[in-house]
């Protein structure tokens, strides 16, 4: 163990990043999607100039997230299309960082999907996949898919994960039972993976699960201890990514393969390194509430030229 720890003082560390953007839609009306209020005529008033000043305001986070080195792997949710991700990594101030992106589709009905930001310097794309809960027959998915990436860096394969939940709010059965639906797919999957490795795949699961660690939808990831869910010892001491009436909520979480956790793999996930990136730029007064909340791009209807309503997280790995 002592060698395996000097060994990492020598060895590259990496960010691993989730960050909900918060509606990054263009101001282009696609017939497919319900994206009316995002366009220069709609509720929103949704213009060319607000939608550059959100590019550029989400790059400058994740640059400042990385501190002295840009995230590897970064993924994103709340993005309207394959375009829209593009102009953040090519048009913006991420432009010389040689990002890739991996993107699918999903059946939403606002067309809100998730996205793979990576570095093609640290890491490339061997597969990638969508993946949807079954339906009962004649049924309709009308949610976000789940988005798979199997990664290789430096000589291990990391299997990713990417997740955007149903929200809770409204308290629908219907919500919740979706939910369900897509924690146990991901279960199926890391089952799956790890089964087919001999327990020692490396896996990582992160997203907006619209549900807070302690949340028993939450626990059909963990339960059996293969998955360890960084968030959980953050969440106990108060902290969150989103606040809901005045109170904290770490909805945005990342789960990684406890075989990820042993300092003497290729790849090491330090479980004490799971952070929600709170700079003060992030924030702003919560003008109902005593404090702060995320600096967002919109207070219900009226634009305020913020960021996100989320604040990112962020994991380190060391290879």
Known sequence: MLTAITQRVQAQEFSVMFYNVENLFDTTDDTTKDDDEFLPGGSRRW????????????????VAAGEWELPALIGLCEVENEKVVSDLAFRSILSGAGYRIV????????????????????????????????????????????????????????????????SRRGGTLAAADVRESIAELVRVKTDSLQASSGDTASIIV??????????????????????????????????????YQGRWE??????????MTDPGRELYA??????????????????????????????????????????????????
Request: hydrophobic fraction near 35%.
């Open 47 to 62: 213009t060319e100039r607000r939608y550059w000043q959100k590019i550029n305001a989400l790059a400058r986070v994740i």
């Open 103 to 166: 993107h699918r589709e999903s059946p939403d009905p606002r067309g809100i999907d998730l996205a793979l930001l990576y570095r093609q310097d640290l890491t490339r794309i061997v597969d990638s996949r969508s993946w949807i809960p079954s339906q009962p027959e004649g049924g309709t998915y009308n949610s976000r898919n789940l988005l798979y990436a199997k990664t290789v860096m430096g000589n291990d394969t990391v299997h990713l994960i990417l997740c955007h939940w149903p």
């Open 250 to 259: 770490l909805i945005d979480q990342i789960f990684v393969s406890r075989s």
């Open 270 to 319: 330090d479980p004490l390194s799971f952070r929600v990136f709170d700079a003060p730029f992030l924030l702003a007064d919560d003008p109902d509430y005593p404090g702060k909340k995320p600096f967002p791009t919109y207070g219900g209807f009226k634009w305020s030229g913020g960021y996100s309503d989320h604040l990112p997280v962020l994991v380190t790995v060391t290879k």
């Open 206 to 243: 992160m997203g907006d699960f619209n549900a807070v660690p302690g949340d028993p939808v939450i626990k059909i990831l963990s339960d059996d201890n293969s998955l360890i869910n960084f968030a959980e010892k953050t969440a106990g001491r108060g902290i969150g990514s989103y606040r």
